[in-house]
């Protein structure tokens, strides 16, 4: 039981990386826009978030240096593609292989930095539970936070006058303009709100989840939780559990190597991508239930002139 307390609590960590990730590429695509850049983003936002961390000691100040390093990348990519027009597809594959290989020529003299010893978190009374206690209550705050911001992005699309004009621009961005919103600039936002988002969630994993900087950290994440909005069907609190669910097929390699599970590495190293894969194949085979919830002008240009 206490193995099983111990893989809960793992999976809920690993899982709030692929949530905040997809969470913010959520709000990019019900915007009407996809970002293929996320792994980039989020390699800078980690190297970023290390090093403000390095010079500052403050894991806050981390998160806060990710999230505005997310957000101008996003701007960057969101001018290139609302304003100029280029392909989406195209400019967030060259966001990715920029942010892989640029974090990984500034990053150098940080590769042997070390972090200041972080704090314990533990909600008090819930964590001395049996069980329970280790596996829902002795987590970083940023764990709940992601939660929090399920709900909120729940409430924001559904129940909110500024989530209804999003999801319209998504959805139909030739009607939205002709009632006169400023779609362009709408998706500029929803694009850095996203790109924010993404550099969080690099951050973490730099300060918080694996503290330390080495190159390509990111190490497929970005991607996943890309894979995540489909297999979501762009809805936030599927994505949340999505999250969750590959987060459990990461930890699981590493309690069946501790539990002496003879099964090559290798195979085990591959599991949260072949479980990406093969999600996404089951999902394909209904690709009414995707379209049904798909937002409808996603990936495409906009003219207002036209």
């Not at 990730?21 to 792994?39: D, Y």
Request: glycine share 12%; charged share 10%.
């Amino acid at each position: 039981m206490e193995s099983i307390a111990l893989l809960i609590g793992s999976s809920l960590n690993a899982g709030t990386v692929l949530a905040i990730a997809a969470l913010g590429l959520l709000i990019n695509e019900k915007a009407g826009v996809v970002n293929l850049g996320a792994e980039g983003i989020m390699l800078c936002a980690a190297l970023a978030g290390f090093a403000a961390v390095v010079h500052t000691g403050n894991t806050w100040v981390g998160f806060a240096a990710g999230m505005a390093a997310g957000a101008v990348l996003a701007a960057v990519f969101g001018v290139l593609v609302i304003w100029l027009n280029t392909n989406q597809y195209a400019t967030g594959l060259a966001l990715s292989l920029f942010g892989g290989g640029f974090s990984a020529f500034v990053g150098v003299e940080y590769v042997k930095a070390k972090l200041p010893e972080q704090a314990t978190y533990a909600i008090p009374w819930l964590a001395d539970l049996p069980l329970a206690g280790s596996a829902l209550f002795r987590h970083h705050p940023m764990v709940y936070i992601a939660v929090a911001l399920t709900l909120g992005l729940m409430f924001f699309f559904y129940r909110t006058r500024a989530g209804l004009i999003v999801r319209s621009v998504g959805e139909s961005p030739e009607s939205a303009h002709a009632l006169g919103y400023r779609v362009r600039l709408i998706r500029l936002w929803a694009v850095m709100a996203g790109g924010a988002l993404c550099g969080l969630a690099g951050a973490y994993v730099s300060t918080v989840y694996t503290p330390l900087w080495v190159e390509g950290m990111i190490a497929g994440k970005g991607w996943i939780a890309l894979a995540l909005t489909t297999f979501a069907t762009w809805r936030p609190a599927r994505v949340l559990m999505g999250a969750y669910l590959f987060g459990g097929v990461t930890m699981l390699q590493f309690h069946l190597q501790s539990a002496g599970v003879n099964v090559a590495s290798q195979f085990l190293t591959m599991m949260p991508y072949v479980a990406t894969i093969v999600v996404l194949v089951l999902i394909s085979r209904n690709p009414t239930w995707i379209r049904v919830n798909m937002p409808s002008s996603i990936g495409k240009p906009f003219y207002p002139g036209a």
